[in-house]
């Protein structure tokens, strides 16, 4: 097999109905949207139709809807934008340990500039303590920003309790979903989220789009300026195919998605019951209850990381070691230290993440390399060796 793809966290296949949908916006309804002749028009209806599926998928209003080019910058904007809005009411950020660098960055830049940011611990599964987010609100506090699952162990949040602690409280809470959206229905009303961030090449639509949701009434300072777009928000000239293809996208997402996470769980559950069976001395990273359908994150002892990714893609698989945006990196996965693993257990860790054209045989193809590559790079470990002899 070729290019068996398992790191659909990273990014997604573009669907070839969403491709389908741009492609006018590539080729005859060119207009800029800022425009008012016919051409420019037709371009300002297809981003407004899809402001408004975006805004359904997850129980919003069109209005509060803005585009973005990615999920890095949803993330910057929500956080940035907030936190310099409210500075006079306060200072204090909480966050939590194990978030993507687009939002632990981000905090990191604030601390320079004055704020107080509060790094949340997690348990073992990755998921934040609700008492020990209490504990760190007080009168300064103007942000919480908590991602609804996370990239590499794929731990869903208790999303719903931390915006009804943030709403008792009088605090905007922000969330980068961007895993999460197409695999976990959201509704930003009932799980009282003023802020939301999105990528379109997470859920099979195109790169270098994104979406930012925020509440009418919450403000927020842009960080783009120059034209009048996006409500004054966020100036540039509008990627309008990208637009039409992020509505697209999400609508094919969010529909059936019971069913279509169904499908890919049990694909995943397959996964990580015959990963057990075939290969000892391994660690499931994350919840296995409170998990994204398409997500496994494994440790394997006594082998490095680099080394199994290599020889997986030697075999024509895609896999990932961690996050996407840290990948180039030698060093831990944070989330994985986050969680409690030892630095020699991290450095050894596989993330598989199954999209919707993954199949079973792709997944037996995966275990039979996995079960070979794991035994023969164990081989070549001292350490290994040395825990057969003491077994034996």
Do not use: W
């Not at 949803?74 to 306060?90: F, V």
């Not at 195109?206 to 777009?229: C, D, M, S, T, W």
Request: aromatic share 6%.
């Amino acid at each position: 097999m070729e290019n068996v793809y398992f790191d659909n966290s990273a990014t997604t296949k573009l669907d070839e109905k969403v491709l389908e949908a741009m492609i006018p916006y590539l080729k005859d309804n060119y207009g800029n949207a800022s425009s008012i002749y016919k051409l420019g028009r037709e371009s300002k209806k297809a981003i407004e139709d899809s402001r408004e599926k975006i805004a359904k998928a997850i129980n919003a209003e069109p209005s509060e809807i803005y585009f973005t080019a990615g999920g890095s910058e949803s993330d910057n904007t929500a956080i940035r934008g907030i936190a310099h809005k409210y500075k006079n009411k306060g200072n204090r950020i909480i966050t939590s340990k194990i978030e993507h660098p687009a939002v632990l960055e981000t905090c990191k830049q604030l601390e320079k500039e004055g704020f107080e940011i509060i790094y949340l611990n997690v348990n073992a599964d990755g998921i934040v303590d609700l008492e020990e987010l209490k504990n760190a609100i007080n009168d300064k506090t103007i942000l919480i920003t908590i991602m609804f699952a996370n990239n590499e162990i794929g731990t869903i949040e208790p999303i719903e309790e931390i915006g009804k602690i943030a709403k008792e409280h009088n605090i905007i809470f922000h969330t980068d979903a961007v895993q999460a959206i197409g695999s976990v229905k959201i509704d930003v009303k009932e799980m009282n989220i003023d802020s939301l961030s999105m990528s379109a090449h997470k859920f099979y639509g195109p790169k270098g789009i994104g979406a930012l949701y925020v509440k009418k009434g919450v403000q927020f300072e842009r960080l783009i300026n120059g034209g009048h777009q996006e409500k004054n928000k966020r100036a540039g000239t509008e990627n309008v195919p990208a637009i039409v293809g992020m509505g697209k996208a999400i609508e094919m997402a969010c529909t059936d998605i019971q069913e279509h996470s169904e499908k890919i769980k049990k694909l995943r559950d397959y996964f990580l019951s015959e990963v057990q069976k075939r290969i000892p001395y391994i660690k499931i990273n994350g919840s296995l209850e409170k998990r994204l359908p398409g997500n496994a994150n494994i440790s394997f002892r006594y082998i490095e990381g680099e080394g199994l990714l290599l020889n997986l893609d030697l075999k024509g698989i895609c896999a990932s070691s961690g996050s996407a945006c840290t990948s180039g990196s030698l060093d831990p996965s944070h989330v994985l230290l986050a969680i409690g693993l030892p630095h020699e257990i991290a450095h050894g860790s596989l993330r598989i993440s199954i999209g919707k054209y993954n199949t079973k045989e792709e997944i037996d193809y995966l275990l039979d390399n996995l079960e070979e590559i794991v035994q023969r790079l164990r081989d070549m470990s001292p350490l290994y060796e040395k825990v057969k002899k003491e077994e034996f």
